[in-house]
């Protein structure tokens, strides 16, 4: 854990403001966010109905967007794009502005951030306004002194380490010193900069951005944006609005429903892009997935549906970066997949049912999934979803079949052999 704090002049209006900030070492950080001095992120913060716009700068396609900032869900791993907002690479940062909506007495600004490397420190300098002042205009704070056009500055944070490596979580708090109001403000511009002029990718990670003015905001619901591209294979865009869409806005929730595990938050956006000469037939890296597009032609009216259904669980699982845990079986990740698919997805009459002569548990996809489902139907219920909680935790061993239904997972499969054979 390393600390700072700063003490900064004080503003015309009398207030000495207090920064105080903290770093979690990347092998100590958690998706909790925690520190010894820094509240953790909110939910119900000012900042959560606000208007948030960039005045100048370019957003990174790959991390999310500016609803990142303010939703209070936060990412699980250091490295997790989609759940945090920065600049494009190559740039040299930029300018968000957020608008409460009218006039608020401020207590706290907090921004919160996380990554491996250089995008895990922040650097920024806060204004702020009522907006009452001559001359101001929102147009006008993409360039330039914002403070000639009615803003106060803040706050000027840095928390770049000046001997340890810059990779971890940071919170940066701002307050006034002595508990004090900040001040009576509508709008915040940050003025954001990268942390290494030599280094490409170097701007930060930003996670959540809070805004305390001492009143609970309603928190928006949990919602998951599906971004379809059909830019490469432009004939699938009927069938895609009027077909898979629909089944993805419905099934998504469903799937992070059937697949909790304590503390974690399921990605909240995630994108489906058709390839024109992609080979095979879909796959998933994070949460993107890649269809191929030839493949979903031939099978509009047969398995191509289900496909994404089996994609998108392995968007909701995300297993593939656990660390420092047991390794997980290929086999039953894609048969947790294909479970979902196949079992509770699919139409009774498409369940697939494996030869007993020549299957084994071990086959993965339908295989594994119809092994699941019989342990479901025969033994645990749960069982899907408590092997699910293991392998995102890391913790799965062959032995946790045994500690779950009180038999080792070849006398479970020889159980189903023999319900096999006899049917």
Not at 258 to 278: H, N, Q, V
Not at 305 to 320: N, P, R
């Amino acid at each position: 854990m390393v600390l700072g704090s700063l003490l900064l002049a004080a503003q015309a209006w009398g207030a000495e403001v207090q920064t105080n900030w903290e770093r979690n070492e990347p092998q100590t950080a958690t998706a909790a966010f925690r520190f010894e001095t820094i509240p953790s992120p909110s939910r119900t913060d000012a900042a959560t109905d606000a208007r948030w716009t960039i005045a100048s700068g370019e957003a990174d396609p790959n991390g999310g967007d500016l609803d990142v900032l303010r939703d209070g869900y936060l990412p699980r791993l250091a490295d997790q794009p989609d759940t945090n907002f920065f600049f494009a690479p190559g740039t040299a940062g930029g300018r968000l502005v957020v608008d409460l909506g009218r006039v608020a007495e401020l207590d706290q600004v907090n921004t919160y951030s996380w990554h491996p490397r250089a995008r895990g420190p922040q650097v920024y300098r806060l204004y702020a306004s009522d907006g009452s002042a001559a001359g101001f205009d929102l147009r006008s704070v993409g360039a330039g002194d914002p403070e000639p056009s009615g803003w106060t500055r803040i706050a000027a944070i840095d928390t770049r380490p000046e001997q340890l490596a810059p990779g971890g979580q940071y919170g940066v708090s701002i307050s006034a010193a002595g508990g004090g109001k900040l001040g009576a403000y509508r709008y915040l511009l940050f003025d954001v900069s990268r942390t290494d002029d030599r280094e490409r990718f170097s701007n930060t990670f930003f996670s959540e951005i809070d805004v305390h003015d001492g009143q609970e905001h309603a928190a928006e619901p949990r919602t998951c944006e599906i971004v379809f591209d059909v830019s490469e294979v432009p004939e699938l865009q009927a069938w895609v609005d009027s077909r898979l869409r629909p089944i993805c806005e419905r099934w998504y929730p469903m799937i992070v429903e059937l697949l909790p595990s304590e503390g974690f938050t399921a990605p909240r956006r995630t994108t489906i892009t058709f390839k024109k000469e992609m080979q095979g037939v879909a796959s998933t890296s994070g949460t993107r997935i890649q269809c191929a597009g030839r493949w979903f032609q031939r099978n509009l009216e047969g398995e191509a549906a289900g496909a994404v259904v089996h994609e998108l669980v392995h968007v909701v699982q995300q297993y593939g970066r656990t660390r420092g845990g047991n390794p997980n079986p290929g086999w039953l990740v894609e048969g947790v997949a294909d479970y979902i698919r196949w079992f509770l997805y699919e139409p009774v009459s498409q369940r697939p049912r494996p030869n007993p002569a020549r299957a084994h548990y071990t086959d993965s996809y339908r295989v594994t999934a119809a092994f699941l489902h019989f342990v479901t139907e025969t033994h645990d219920k749960d069982i899907v979803r408590k092997l699910n909680a293991a392998m995102r935790e890391g913790r799965y061993t062959p032995e946790l079949w045994t500690a779950l239904t009180g038999k080792t997972i070849d006398d479970l499969w020889a159980d189903m052999k023999l319900c096999l054979d006899e049917q």
